[in-house]
């Protein structure tokens, strides 16, 4: 790194800081990575030294009916929520663009906070609100909880793009003679595209990921997470590993085409303006 | 230039904030209610009654549950900050641009793992018989009891939000004037000085909003204190978990649920506070 | 070195990977005197500064801070103070606060700091805005902060990164005149990079030059501007009419002269050490050159067309062409103008005596 002068700087402490580093990221990753290799290992009671290699896991669950049944929920309320939450999202990342009105503070704050709300408490709420109002024990009540945790992430995405337009564009449309929806189609939309499939599949993975709240919400409908919960306060069983690496491989997928869309097609636009 | 209210701009505000106040405010507004129902025999019923409310801040367990939660989510808060500086520190200001975006990059991939299978993964390294006492017992120590304790529940803690308390200071840490820096060496201040004198009041909005994070993620986890830490001591959220489990008593659930929104609340009050203190807008 | 050397650089070379910021430096700074460093953007003057403060290393060369060799000294352990472009004052610190964290790091009491802050905050005039933020200060309230951090410790030695920048034109010009006073009321050695040369020639007593990493000429402003050393400076400088041509025996058989492309001029070079038929450059400044409606007899004439002129205050800048297309440009006060009576598109000629003419050797 340039900048900093040789007698400013010292290698001993530079390479101490260096080393920190990397054993902060082994403590951050040492979960994850023992998780995906026993999810490999025969043993019942995962330790070292490693049994021997086997797909055990991968079998009980691909066996267990309930699994898929859950793997099928996941993946359709993931679905739901990631469209749902991106629409919701890109309208108020638009509004918070374009509009300043009384109150606005008011309406950011119900935008962006649920996240911080410990889902303990947003899933008794929710629960026991559903349920009052009759939505509680089914797929749609998970879908709801999800996308007011979500959106709050979408319209983050997208109001960062937003926030990369030149605010004559949107003018400049109109005076060309576009109406609003029209401007709305052919500039805004456009320029946003990269953020709103990154926010749909950025949303996708978090719901995968959001397992407390269905946790209290879903009754027999249960998404793998909340599988995964069961499998923890029943036996404890290598079988989660099996699940959380399966999951961990889609939902990394899912963050690298958002990271490319995000990057790629946005430094591409960039380079054409 | 004034516009009035248009259907086109209704359009795109009006979903999100119907859906937010349909089921997020409307939610919590109802939990504030709820905690004035009544339970009789395994049935709740509306009413307006502050029995759940005495009920549940006339007992010690709740008090004692409370002092715990609220000590482990400030130990938490101060550990995780102090450990993910140097690392946060390190990137903003050890690496090259490319080894940075690497490492934000790193750090953004624990977000989309399951905090679940982390906490259960770490259960395979803590257990009497797991990774660090066998490692241990190579080396003729041990073997020591780490699983269940409150070591553990920290350990799961740090795993909660050690990735994001580093990504947010990291983030005050790369926006600081480096002219600053240079400012302070140039007046005789020395590194690690500098540190203290220039580097952390500058970052302090963004490490009191990291540490901020850090509390409200601890005090609201139920997974470390339980998969870690064996539910002993007992904190909110397992108190919580419990009550609504025992005798449908939600009225009861919802008391504890509104206190510690309430907490929460002033304490992101006072924090924000002193994050943002002296800085004129 | 002589004894009033306060800082010397010798073969400083300074590059950045394949970049080389900086040539190859060899000057002196002299003890107590208001030194500038002139020239555009990129050119090496700031990372000149930068290594006198200790911020950049060399990559070769030496540089002795009273006759020690500093190059391995971190920054805070030298006294050489700076005061940055952004000023880099710390915005978690009020006023008070600021001007005493050189002496904080120096371990001075917190008295004897408050009483030594005090001094400066007076010196300064800013005593009434101790405990506010920076953020309330305006940008000249904000430079005599800065300045006042700065000499707090009562240094040997002061840089001075382009402070003025960021203010506006009368602001910029008073704070000259406080920086002046301030030099010589302290005697402290200032060294001050810029690139405007309406700041370097008012304030300095000496002025280093540089381009593309190089030292173009040092000197005093009245020497650089009377006579440039090269014709980058000339140029730069921009108030000197420029001509190319080559140098010959005068066509009278005694003197010298330069032929170029709009006519021959003579020259006043009682002892020319220049070889002559080689290329070399004339320059004339402005103010020395005259207008007329005839040609003048026993003076360098051009015959020129005029193509504009432009009024700044009292004088007004006469904008010429050659038969050839060059430019040239004369200065004049209004009343001589208007005994001249011109008009754009007019016919006329430039001429000067030819003492004023000054001659540049082709490098």
Same mark, same amino acid.
């Given at each position: 790194?340039?900048?900093?002068?040789?007698?400013?700087?010292?290698?001993?402490?530079?390479?101490?800081?260096?080393? #920190?580093?990397?054993?902060? #990221?082994?403590?951050?990753?040492?979960?994850?990575?023992? @998780?995906?290799?026993?999810?490999?290992?025969?043993?019942?009671?995962? @330790?070292?030294?490693?049994?021997?290699?086997?797909?055990?896991?991968?079998?009980?669950?691909?066996?267990?009916?309930?699994?898929?049944?859950?793997?099928?929920?996941?993946?359709?309320?993931?679905?739901?929520?990631?469209?749902?939450?991106?629409?919701?999202?890109?309208?108020?990342? #638009?509004?918070?663009?374009?509009?300043?009105? &009384?109150?606005?503070?008011?309406?950011?704050?119900?935008?962006?906070?649920?996240?911080?709300?410990?889902?303990?408490?947003?899933?008794?709420?929710?629960?026991?609100?559903?349920?009052?109002?009759?939505?509680?024990?089914?797929?749609? %009540?998970?879908?709801?909880?999800?996308?007011?945790?979500?959106?709050?992430? &979408?319209?983050?995405?997208?109001?960062?793009?937003?926030?990369?337009?030149?605010?004559?564009?949107?003018?400049?449309?109109?005076?060309?003679?576009? @109406?609003?929806?029209?401007?709305?189609?052919?500039?805004?939309?456009?320029?946003?595209?990269?953020?709103?499939?990154?926010?749909?599949?950025?949303?996708?993975?978090? %719901?995968?990921?959001?397992?407390?709240?269905?946790?209290?919400?879903?009754?027999?409908?249960?998404?793998?997470?909340?599988?995964?919960?069961?499998?923890?306060?029943?036996?404890?069983?290598?079988?989660?590993?099996?699940?959380?690496?399966?999951?961990?491989?889609? %939902?990394?997928?899912?963050?690298?085409?958002?990271?490319?869309?995000?990057?790629?097609?946005?430094?591409?636009?960039?380079?054409?303006? | 230039?004034?516009?009035?209210?248009?259907?086109?701009?209704?359009?795109?505000?009006?979903?999100?904030?119907?859906?937010?106040?349909?089921?997020?405010?409307?939610?919590?507004?109802?939990?504030?209610?709820?905690?004035?129902?009544?339970?009789?025999?395994?049935?709740?019923?509306?009413?307006?009654?502050?029995?759940?409310?005495?009920?549940?801040?006339?007992?010690?367990?709740?008090?004692?549950?409370?002092?715990?939660?609220?000590?482990?989510?400030?130990?938490?808060?101060?550990?995780?900050?102090?450990?993910?500086?140097?690392?946060?520190?390190?990137?903003?200001?050890?690496?090259?641009?490319?080894?940075?975006?690497?490492?934000?990059?790193?750090?953004?991939?624990?977000?989309?793992?399951?905090?679940?299978?982390?906490?259960?993964?770490?259960?395979?390294?803590?257990?009497?018989?797991?990774?660090?006492?066998?490692?241990?017992?190579?080396?003729?120590?041990?073997?020591?009891?780490?699983?269940?304790?409150?070591?553990?529940?920290?350990?799961?803690?740090?795993?909660?939000?050690?990735?994001?308390?580093?990504?947010?200071?990291?983030?005050?840490?790369?926006?600081?004037?480096?002219?600053?820096?240079?400012?302070?060496?140039?007046?005789?201040?020395?590194?690690?000085?500098?540190?203290?004198?220039?580097?952390?009041?500058?970052?302090?909005?963004?490490?009191?909003?990291?540490?901020?994070?850090?509390?409200?993620?601890?005090?609201?986890?139920?997974?470390?204190?339980?998969?870690?830490?064996?539910?002993?001591?007992?904190?909110?959220?397992?108190?919580?978990?419990?009550?609504?489990?025992?005798?449908?008593?939600?009225?009861?659930?919802?008391?504890?649920?509104?206190?510690?929104?309430?907490?929460?609340?002033?304490?992101?009050?006072?924090?924000?506070?002193?994050?943002?203190?002296?800085?004129?807008? | 070195?002589?004894?009033?050397?306060?800082?010397?650089?010798?073969?400083?070379?300074?590059?950045?990977?394949?970049?080389?910021?900086?040539?190859?430096?060899?000057?002196?700074?002299?003890?107590?005197?208001?030194?500038?460093?002139?020239?555009?953007?990129?050119?090496?003057?700031?990372?000149?500064?930068?290594?006198?403060?200790?911020?950049?290393?060399?990559?070769?060369?030496?540089?002795?801070?009273?006759?020690?060799?500093?190059?391995? *000294?971190?920054?805070?352990?030298?006294?050489?103070?700076?005061?940055?472009?952004?000023?880099?004052?710390?915005?978690?610190?009020?006023?008070?606060?600021?001007?005493?964290?050189?002496?904080?790091?120096?371990?001075?009491?917190?008295?004897?700091?408050?009483?030594?802050?005090?001094?400066?905050?007076?010196?300064?005039?800013?005593?009434?805005?101790?405990?506010?933020?920076?953020?309330?200060?305006?940008?000249?309230?904000?430079?005599?902060?800065? *300045?006042?951090?700065? *000499?707090?410790?009562?240094?040997?030695?002061?840089?001075?990164?382009?402070?003025?920048?960021? *203010?506006?034109?009368?602001?910029?010009?008073?704070?000259?005149?406080?920086?002046?006073?301030?030099?010589?009321?302290?005697?402290?050695?200032?060294?001050?990079?810029?690139?405007?040369?309406?700041?370097?020639?008012?304030?300095?007593?000496?002025? $280093?030059?540089?381009?593309?990493?190089?030292?173009?000429?040092?000197?005093?402003?009245?020497?650089?501007?009377?006579?440039?050393?090269?014709?980058? $400076?000339?140029?730069?400088?921009?108030?000197?009419?420029?001509?190319?041509?080559?140098?010959?025996?005068?066509?009278?058989?005694?003197?010298?002269?330069?032929?170029?492309?709009?006519?021959?001029?003579?020259?006043?070079?009682?002892?020319?050490?220049?070889?002559?038929?080689?290329?070399?450059?004339?320059?004339?400044?402005?103010?020395?050159?005259?207008?007329?409606?005839?040609?003048?007899?026993?003076?360098?004439?051009?015959?020129?067309?005029?193509?504009?002129?432009?009024?700044?205050?009292?004088?007004?800048?006469?904008?010429?062409?050659?038969?050839?297309?060059?430019?040239?440009?004369?200065?004049?006060?209004?009343?001589?103008?208007?005994?001249?009576?011109?008009?754009?598109?007019?016919?006329?000629?430039?001429?000067?005596?030819?003492?004023?003419?000054?001659?540049?050797?082709?490098?």
């Amino acid at each position: 790194m340039s900048g900093a002068a040789d007698m400013n700087r010292n290698r001993a402490l530079d390479w101490a800081l260096v080393a #920190y580093i990397v054993l902060a #990221y082994a403590f951050v990753f040492a979960p994850i990575a023992a @998780s995906f290799v026993f999810s490999f290992n025969s043993d019942r009671f995962p @330790s070292i030294p490693l049994g021997e290699f086997s797909l055990d896991w991968y079998r009980a669950i691909a066996t267990d009916p309930l699994v898929w049944e859950g793997a099928r929920n996941t993946l359709m309320v993931g679905v739901i929520v990631g469209v749902v939450s991106t629409l919701l999202g890109f309208g108020a990342a #638009y509004t918070d663009y374009r509009y300043k009105f &009384a109150g606005k503070q008011v309406y950011l704050a119900l935008a962006l906070l649920p996240p911080t709300i410990p889902v303990i408490i947003l899933g008794l709420a929710m629960l026991a609100y559903l349920s009052r109002v009759n939505l509680s024990g089914n797929a749609l %009540s998970v879908i709801i909880s999800h996308v007011v945790v979500c959106a709050p992430f &979408a319209m983050a995405i997208i109001r960062l793009r937003l926030s990369q337009m030149d605010p004559a564009l949107e003018p400049a449309a109109w005076n060309l003679g576009a @109406s609003e929806w029209m401007a709305m189609r052919h500039v805004i939309v456009p320029f946003c595209a990269p953020a709103i499939l990154g926010a749909l599949f950025i949303t996708m993975a978090v %719901s995968f990921d959001e397992f407390a709240v269905a946790w209290f919400v879903s009754g027999l409908n249960e998404t793998l997470p909340v599988k995964v919960l069961g499998f923890l306060q029943g036996q404890v069983s290598p079988r989660i590993n099996a699940i959380g690496t399966f999951v961990f491989i889609l %939902s990394m997928t899912l963050v690298i085409l958002a990271q490319l869309l995000l990057s790629g097609r946005g430094a591409k636009s960039a380079e054409r303006e | 230039m004034r516009r009035p209210i248009s259907l086109y701009g209704l359009t795109f505000s009006l979903p999100l904030l119907i859906w937010q106040v349909l089921f997020f405010v409307f939610p919590l507004v109802f939990l504030v209610a709820l905690s004035f129902w009544t339970v009789k025999n395994f049935v709740m019923r509306p009413d307006f009654d502050t029995v759940n409310w005495t009920t549940m801040y006339g007992r010690t367990v709740f008090w004692q549950a409370y002092g715990t939660t609220l000590a482990l989510a400030a130990a938490a808060s101060v550990l995780t900050s102090v450990l993910a500086f140097p690392a946060a520190y390190a990137v903003a200001f050890k690496l090259s641009d490319t080894s940075r975006r690497w490492a934000v990059f790193l750090m953004v991939i624990p977000f989309f793992t399951s905090y679940l299978v982390r906490v259960y993964s770490w259960q395979t390294f803590l257990s009497d018989n797991g990774i660090i006492n066998v490692i241990l017992s190579w080396i003729g120590l041990g073997p020591f009891v780490m699983l269940n304790t409150v070591g553990a529940t920290m350990i799961g803690y740090l795993t909660l939000s050690f990735p994001l308390v580093v990504l947010l200071q990291l983030f005050s840490l790369v926006f600081i004037d480096r002219t600053l820096i240079e400012a302070a060496h140039n007046m005789r201040c020395g590194r690690l000085r500098t540190v203290f004198e220039v580097v952390i009041p500058s970052a302090r909005t963004g490490l009191v909003i990291a540490a901020l994070f850090c509390f409200i993620l601890s005090f609201g986890d139920f997974v470390s204190p339980v998969y870690l830490g064996g539910g002993e001591p007992t904190t909110l959220s397992i108190l919580i978990t419990d009550t609504t489990k025992s005798g449908q008593q939600w009225p009861r659930a919802a008391v504890i649920a509104l206190t510690m929104i309430g907490t929460l609340m002033v304490v992101a009050f006072v924090a924000v506070k002193f994050a943002y203190k002296g800085k004129s807008k | 070195m002589s004894r009033d050397t306060l800082v010397s650089f010798e073969g400083v070379v300074k590059s950045f990977g394949n970049f080389v910021a900086v040539q190859r430096l060899d000057f002196e700074i002299k003890k107590g005197e208001f030194l500038a460093i002139m020239g555009s953007s990129g050119c090496g003057k700031t990372t000149t500064l930068r290594m006198l403060a200790g911020l950049e290393a060399p990559t070769e060369g030496v540089i002795r801070l009273s006759g020690k060799p500093i190059n391995d *000294l971190p920054t805070w352990s030298r006294d050489t103070p700076m005061v940055w472009q952004s000023l880099a004052l710390f915005p978690f610190l009020n006023v008070r606060e600021n001007v005493e964290f050189a002496l904080k790091m120096r371990g001075v009491g917190k008295a004897e700091r408050r009483r030594r802050a005090e001094q400066w905050l007076d010196r300064m005039q800013i005593t009434e805005f101790a405990e506010r933020n920076i953020s309330q200060l305006s940008g000249g309230q904000r430079q005599r902060v800065a *300045l006042a951090r700065s *000499l707090v410790v009562e240094p040997e030695i002061l840089l001075l990164d382009e402070p003025l920048s960021a *203010l506006d034109a009368a602001l910029k010009v008073r704070m000259q005149s406080v920086l002046k006073n301030l030099q010589r009321e302290t005697g402290i050695t200032f060294v001050y990079v810029t690139h405007s040369q309406s700041e370097a020639f008012s304030m300095a007593d000496r002025v $280093v030059i540089m381009s593309r990493g190089n030292i173009e000429q040092i000197g005093t402003p009245q020497e650089i501007y009377r006579t440039p050393k090269t014709r980058f $400076v000339a140029d730069f400088l921009g108030s000197s009419n420029v001509f190319t041509g080559t140098l010959q025996r005068g066509s009278a058989g005694s003197g010298i002269e330069i032929s170029t492309s709009v006519g021959r001029f003579d020259l006043d070079l009682p002892n020319n050490s220049n070889p002559l038929g080689q290329s070399a450059t004339l320059t004339v400044l402005d103010t020395k050159t005259q207008l007329s409606h005839t040609r003048p007899a026993g003076a360098n004439a051009v015959p020129v067309r005029m193509i504009g002129e432009e009024f700044v205050g009292a004088t007004a800048t006469i904008y010429l062409e050659t038969s050839d297309g060059q430019e040239m440009r004369v200065q004049k006060g209004h009343q001589e103008l208007a005994e001249l009576d011109l008009e754009i598109g007019q016919s006329l000629f430039a001429w000067w005596r030819k003492e004023d003419g000054h001659l540049i050797a082709s490098s």
